[in-house]
């Protein structure tokens, strides 16, 4: 399975929304309502923020939402703020006990 | 709490094999799969496999198939990636994770991560 395909970077100010795409194939986030979402800190272990296409984990802030039409998961930062800047990633199910992540986004609060 | 501790960082020559550990607490081992992710210097997360302790069955990402062991210790609480002959592509750090939600790949924990260097 080759990686979903996310923008390599994006960015807005703080107080803006920002929103990171990540698109497959009907053979993974077209397929399926497993799509996750990560968010990774230089020199840390991704942390989940999103799972089941949009649920939240406990913890997470609401500012965190996320959706999927047809191929393409799409997860969205409302309100940024500093701390949100990091590396993102989508991942999903591919079938077969098969998985497969995004390429990753870096997030830059101007 | 749920903790996934893993071994220390490693160096390695171009050709060998290297074993990395990941030690589970705080859940029933057999109760969720075991995943192993790459991360390369500067690049992005890539899933290389998974085995179910309960039944030690493992799935592999195509891309590592036949350089890949996936094994589990039950007795131990612990889960090993085996990686055999290394290339400098491979150095990288290592993370294990488990799906405790969906066990579709909703990583909820992770290890700390293991750096492997390749290096002559």
Not at chain 1, 59 to 67: C, E, T
Not at chain 2, 92 to 115: F, R
């Amino acid at each position: 399975h080759s990686a979903l395909t996310q923008p390599p970077s994006a960015s807005g100010s703080p107080g803006q929304s920002v929103t990171i795409s990540c698109t497959g194939t009907s053979s993974d986030v077209g397929g399926y309502e497993y799509v996750s979402w990560y968010q990774q800190y230089p020199g840390k272990a991704p942390k989940l923020i999103i799972f089941g296409v949009n649920k939240r984990p406990s913890g997470v802030p609401y500012r965190f939402s996320a959706s999927k039409s047809g191929n393409t998961a799409s997860l969205t930062v409302s309100g940024l703020q500093t701390e949100d800047e990091a590396d993102y990633y989508c991942s999903s199910y591919a079938g077969s006990n098969n998985y497969v992540f995004g390429t990753g986004t870096k997030l830059t609060v101007l | 709490e749920v903790q996934m501790v893993q071994s220390g960082s490693e160096v390695r020559k171009p050709g060998t094999t290297v074993k990395i550990s990941c030690k589970v607490s705080g859940y029933t081992f057999t109760d969720y799969y075991i995943h192993w992710v790459q991360q390369a210097p500067g690049k992005g997360l890539e899933w290389m496999g998974l085995i179910d302790p309960e039944d030690d069955e493992t799935i592999y990402a195509e891309k590592f198939q036949g350089r890949i062991t996936i094994t589990a210790d039950t007795s131990a609480d612990t889960a090993y990636l085996d990686l055999s002959s290394l290339r400098s592509e491979d150095t990288a750090v290592y993370y294990c994770a488990t799906d405790s939600v969906s066990g579709y790949g909703d990583y909820d924990y992770w290890g700390q991560g293991t750096l492997i260097t390749v290096s002559s």
